[in-house]
T-cell receptor, first 114, second 111 residues
Framework: GESVGLHLPTLSVQEGDNSIINCAYS??????FIWYKQESGKGPQFIID?????DKRQGQRVTVLLNKTVKHLSLQIAATQPGDSAVYFC?????????????FGTGTRLKVLA | EAQVTQNPRYLITVTGKKLTVTCSQN?????MSWYRQDPGLGLRQIYY???????DKGDVPEGYKVSRKEKRNFPLILESPSPNQTSLYFC??????????FGEGSRLTVL
């Protein structure tokens, strides 16, 4: 079945540096990918998404890159700030016989060092 | 404001005492889903619904029930809670094939 994995459980970066969080998925037929941010005690919040007809999508200080060849997804955060400290995880939409299911990675905890 | 609302946010109960966690969304979304989040395991799907009166099992449905009588509501029912159902629960909704919007979570402790 579909699986989604993140490469690092924890990532520490200096304030002002760029952060890169990675995600790998297993199903080459997956066509929709989402990055979420979860702060302590809160529900996951949408950051950015990308569909399989794109390789790159940019938002405010965030960029998502999709490499379908190696089934890899990354989230880049520019000029990381203390408010970026949270758990980040990717979600992959799996379609199967008219039903939909979102598969989630276990998350990377981003720590921003002052 | 577009949102997914869950209640209660926190609950401590005892083994075997039936409870319901309510979930309501105001975005007219067809898709709704329940997840539990446990340390090191990420979000695991319990049940989901593609539309009114259409529900299906996720990855960890044992011990849970759901219903979808109205589009906006998707309650999670624990008929006879057990300690292994102690967890953080999230309800989410979306348009079909779109981004998921999550509620703020319901932390459940079963003694």
């Amino acid at each position: 079945g579909e699986s989604v994995g993140l490469h690092l459980p924890t990532l520490s970066v200096q304030e002002g540096d760029n952060s890169i969080i990675n995600c790998a998925y297993s199903n080459s037929a997956s066509d929709y990918f989402i990055w979420y941010k979860q702060e302590s005690g809160k529900g996951p919040q949408f950051i950015i998404d990308i569909r399989s007809n794109m390789d790159k999508r940019q938002g405010q200080r965030v960029t998502v890159l999709l490499n379908k060849t190696v089934k890899h997804l990354s989230l880049q955060i520019a000029a990381t700030q203390p408010g970026d400290s949270a758990v980040y995880f990717c979600a992959v939409l799996k379609r199967d016989s008219g039903t939909y299911k979102y598969i989630f990675g276990t998350g990377t905890r981003l720590k921003v060092l002052a | 404001e577009a949102q997914v609302t869950q209640n209660p946010r926190y609950l401590i109960t005892v083994t075997g005492k039936k409870l319901t966690v309510t979930c309501s969304q105001n975005m007219n979304h067809e898709y709704m889903s329940w997840y539990r989040q446990d340390p090191g395991l990420g979000l695991r799907q319990i049940y989901y619904s593609m539309n009114v009166e259409v529900t299906d099992k996720g990855d960890v449905p044992e011990g849970y029930k759901v219903s979808r009588k109205e589009k906006r509501n998707f309650p999670l029912i624990l008929e006879s809670p057990s300690p292994n159902q102690t967890s953080l629960y999230f309800c989410a909704s979306s348009l079909i094939g779109g981004e998921l919007f999550f509620g703020e979570g319901s932390r459940l402790t079963v003694l």
